[in-house]
């Protein structure tokens, strides 16, 4: 655990910021603010990340995902007074900076709001923003208007996702209380609404051994305004390892939900059901030409009751060219983390140009090209094995013949 403290803040005492690492390539902030006589008057912990869509020179868009906010400062934020609500303001990176507000209401005592969410970034950065066509300071503002009771403290451990044009933030093991009351955090929580349809939800019960069986193959697609945008088929097997139990069990197309989204260089085709909150796959553009699976997001009900997310923003599977689509008949694994591992069969996916809604040409895996040359060798192998035997029964053949013919 690495902790920073900041100067103090006139009229908020000190800042005690300490950032832990999380899962893969993500961070797990927590915040403590205290006020003028030290006592905690605000407390928020919370993990997130950023995607932002830019133009280039030559006119083509490219993606880049901030989560590492390793360097943080956290200039500016505030207790709140009289005046003003309390602040999260937060600068990490070259030139980001990210502020969430919160209002008390005026027609209540019992409750305020998380009013809204701004995020900054810098496309002057070369080393983020490669051969950037706009230069400058963009600032993306979020009214989110989300109200809580004053005296709870929020928790919202499902992964919420705000998004315009050009920038996508994601959200998740939220917890807040803006308005701390006598410098204790409140245990009462207000749940998001996300949490409380999965709070009565069939658990995922462990196993110590795989499945006995392959898991049934599922057709899941996306759709938006022009039509079928996604296309997956996919046998699904997760594997996890959680406090030393390691479960195993097969995900049922008929009982899973799919949803999701389409963007020019970005696709996300996220499974539900009643023990899975989500399973994110989140497809990429590179090098103008070619799609890859490049994120993992997951957040499910253990048979214990507890919530297990991980998220892995760093991927490289499932790599095929534009225009066609990615299949592989034998059993792959994604690794997302140490501790969960997915296991696909029969999988064959497009999240770019899709046309009537139907796959393109398939790019095979490397275990699947293996394999149908393996094919071919085998039944010439075959056909040699017979032309050989037959050849050898027809001289025996002919052997027997000659010799009932021997002169008297």
Partial sequence: MVCFRLVPVPGSGFVLLCLVLGAVSSYALELNLTDSSKAT????????????????????????TIS???????????????????????????????IVNFTKEASSTSTYLVDYISFSYNTNDNTT????????????????????????????????????????????????????????????????????????????????????????????????????CLLATMGLQLNITHDKVASVFNINPNTTNATGSCQPQTALLRLSSSNIKYLDFVFAVKNENRFYLKEVNASMILVNGSVYSISN???????????????????????????????????????????????????????DSDLNFL?????????????????ISYMIGRRKSRTGYQSV
């Fill in 129 to 228: 923003f490669p051969d950037a066509k706009e230069k400058g300071v963009f600032t993306v503002n979020y009214h989110v208007a989300l109200k809580i009771p004053l005296n709870d403290i929020f928790r919202c451990n499902s992964l919420s996702t705000l998004e315009n044009s050009d920038v996508v933030q994601h959200y998740w093991d939220v917890h807040v209380q803006a308005f701390v009351q006598n410098g204790t955090v409140s245990t009462t929580e207000f749940l998001c609404d996300k949490d409380k349809t999965v709070t009565t939800a069939v658990p995922i019960v462990p196993t110590t051994a795989p499945s006995p069986t392959k898991p049934v193959v599922g057709s899941y697609s996306v759709v938006n305004s022009n039509g079928t």
């Fill in 68 to 98: 590492d906010f390793g360097a943080a400062t956290y200039n500016g934020s505030f207790c709140g007074d009289d005046q003003n609500g309390p602040k999260i303001a937060m600068q990490f990176g070259s030139g980001f900076s990210w």
């Fill in 375 to 391: 094919i071919p060798v085998a039944v010439g192998v075959a056909l040699g094995f017979l032309i050989i035997v037959v050849f």
């Fill in 313 to 367: 923003t760093n991927l490289s599977y499932w790599d095929a060219p534009l225009g066609s689509s990615y299949m592989c008949n034998r059993e792959q694994t994604v690794s997302v983390s140490g501790a969960f591992q997915i296991n696909t069969f029969d999988l064959r996916v497009q999240p770019f140009s899709v046309t009537e809604g139907k796959y393109s040409t398939a790019e095979e895996c490397s275990a």
């Fill in 41 to 64: 008057c605000l407390y928020a912990k919370w993990q997130m990340n950023f995607t932002i869509r830019y133009e280039t020179t030559d006119k083509h868009n490219k993606t880049v």
